[in-house]
T-cell receptor, first 115, second 113 residues
Framework: GAVVSQHPSRVICKSGTSVKIECRSL??????MFWYRQFPKKSLMLMAT?????????EQGVEKDKFLINHASLTLSTLTVTSAHPEDSSFYIC???????????FGPGTRLTVL | GNSVTQMEGPVTLSEEAFLTINCTYT??????LFWYVQYPGEGLQLLLK?????DKGSNKGFEATYRKETTSFHLEKGSVQVSDSAVYFC????????????FGKGTRLHILP
């Protein structure tokens, strides 16, 4: 199946700093990517839909100025958590939509810990 | 709106037991239905899917049948293994609307040797 990677897999940062998470589709072009957040023992919460070359569409309640999304190319989307706080600690998962076959493929996730 | 409801966990079974994880959905239009599995510390993997009524998705001994009349997509396996221990998510995507996937809350499965 198609491969989606995320980098880094784990990151620990100090409160107030910004963290960038990359999501790459390795063997297909993804015009649309999605960013999810998963709280411990909870389901995935869709944060935003990232479309290549245009602004991301954020779900209700998600602060767009805090979670900056850039989809600069057909294989790369980035999520930047700005001025991170301990409550931003979570597991962030991206997915990439491959039009052929109408499938979404998920990355392995990035665990963010804010001290 | 679209939603997915699945049975709360955790579910604890002995090895070789029969597994059922219930999932029901609410959707307008004609959604595709999915089961995803998340092993400890990992991201989601697609386990199986069904795109229309009466379709049966199957993979790794797991099965689920798309039942439009009962709006259900229950996951079953005849004989579970310790390696099946994971969190299982039922999900839907409505192709008539957008590409968003709506997930259930997940069911944690523990298989005891």
């Amino acid at each position: 199946g198609a491969v989606v990677s995320q980098h880094p897999s784990r990151v620990i940062c100090k409160s107030g700093t910004s963290v960038k998470i990359e999501c790459r589709s390795l063997d297909f072009q993804a015009t649309t990517m999605f960013w999810y957040r998963q709280f411990p023992k909870k389901s995935l919460m869709l944060m935003a839909t990232s479309n290549e070359g245009s602004k991301a569409t954020y779900e209700q309640g998600v602060e767009k100025d805090k979670f900056l999304i850039n989809h600069a190319s057909l294989t790369l989307s980035t999520l930047t958590v700005t001025s991170a706080h301990p409550e931003d600690s979570s597991f962030y998962i991206c997915s990439a939509y491959r039009g052929t076959g109408n499938e979404q493929f998920f990355g392995p996730g990035t665990r963010l810990t804010v001290l | 709106g679209n939603s997915v409801t699945q049975m709360e966990g955790p579910v604890t079974l002995s090895e070789e037991a029969f597994l059922t994880i219930n999932c029901t959905y609410t959707a307008t239009g004609y959604p595709s239905l999915f089961w995803y599995v998340q092993y400890p510390g990992e991201g989601l993997q697609l386990l199986l899917k069904a795109t229309k009524a009466d379709d049966k998705g199957s993979n790794k001994g797991f099965e689920a049948t798309y039942r439009k009349e009962t709006t259900s997509f229950h996951l079953e396996k005849g004989s579970v293994q310790v390696s099946d221990s994971a969190v299982y998510f039922c999900a839907l995507r409505n192709l008539n609307r957008d590409d968003k996937i709506i997930f259930g809350k997940g069911t944690r499965l523990h298989i005891l040797p």
